[in-house]
């Protein structure tokens, strides 16, 4: 990597389900009668796609054999957050982490209960992605990660465990915090911030209430004031990048769907390539890998 280029590959919602789980399983890890059974029941009578095993090794091997510095997996690597599907998915993605510098930040699935939180099964399985370890690492509020001279990354925490029918977020990190330390230290670099859920949404997209983040306007409003250049996300399994305000440089990036069937017009994910802080934004059709 030259000190001013990058390239990053954005992927999010990997969504590795446990399909050897079954109802005594679900009772020894706490899971009957709560929401966890009530995934499972979803899952197996409306999510699961036949063709999973067949798209997720299409998407791994490509990015075995392409170039990239950093893989930025926006959150969702799990289904129910069991920690057999955190094995699994552990095991998935270890020759990627062994290749490059690999970026996670929580999903609600990833949070599905309050059990995952017992010692944070992702911090357990993933101590090297998140929070991603650093020496230039700035604030301990946030998770600051500096991916050249000219850029810096910041990997937001979104997600909680919430009720039986509710999968929305909550912004943990301290944006306030975030913002000085941007103002501050990175006042010139182009910015990068990962966060599980959607800031802003394309005009023909829409999001339910149940599914969407808690105080999303401050969000937006962090994105905006702190001049972030790129905002990555998932949560909505559709893959799609646009400018929301065309007088700002901000571009919305969402990688939801990586792992959709190869002739869904939302699959996809994407690659970004920076140089001298110019950004090339190329979206990967699952068809043509």
């Known amino acids: 990597m030259q000190n001013n280029k990058a390239v990053l590959i ?3 919602d990997i969504h590795l389900a446990d399909e050897s789980l079954d109802l005594p399983y679900l009772w020894k890890t706490q899971g009957l009668f709560t929401k966890r059974h009530l995934g499972w029941l979803n899952y197996k009578l409306r999510r699961k796609n036949p063709n999973k095993n067949q798209i997720t090794t299409r ?7 392409t170039p990239w510095d950093y893989l930025v997996i926006s959150g969702d690597l799990t289904n129910l957050a069991l920690e057999r599907e955190f094995q699994n998915v552990s095991q998935l993605l ?14 609600n699935h990833d949070r599905y209960v309050p059990i995952g939180l017992n010692g944070d ?18 604030d301990k509020t946030a998770a600051f990660l500096e991916i050249n001279k000219q850029t810096v990354l910041i990997n937001l925490n979104l997600s909680v465990p919430r009720s039986m029918i ?20 990175y006042p010139d670099h182009l910015k990068i911030v990962v966060g599980h859920y959607p800031a802003f949404l394309p005009s023909n997209q829409h999001e339910n209430y149940r599914h ?26 559709k893959t799609w990048n646009f400018k929301p305000r065309a007088d700002q440089s901000l571009i919305c990036v969402n990688s ?34």
């Open 10 to 12: 954005h992927i999010s």
């Open 59 to 65: 998407v791994i091997d490509y990015l075995h054999s």
């Open 94 to 107: 270890k020759p990627l982490i062994k290749k490059g510098k690999t970026i996670i930040s929580p999903g």
């Open 121 to 138: 099964l992702l911090a357990k399985y993933f101590p090297d992605c998140f929070p991603f370890e650093d020496k230039s690492q700035t």
């Open 166 to 185: 509710s999968s929305r977020g909550k912004i943990l990190t301290d944006l306030e915090k975030c913002h000085e330390v941007l103002n501050h230290i």
């Open 212 to 237: 969407s983040l808690a105080n999303k306007q401050k969000l937006e409003q962090f994105l905006i004031d702190s001049k972030i250049d790129i905002y990555l996300h998932g949560h909505i399994h």
């Open 256 to 289: 939801g769907g990586s792992f959709q069937p190869f002739n869904n017009p939302w699959s996809g994910f994407h690659r970004i390539c920076i140089e001298n802080k110019q950004i090339n934004i190329e979206k990967i059709n699952l068809e043509a890998i």
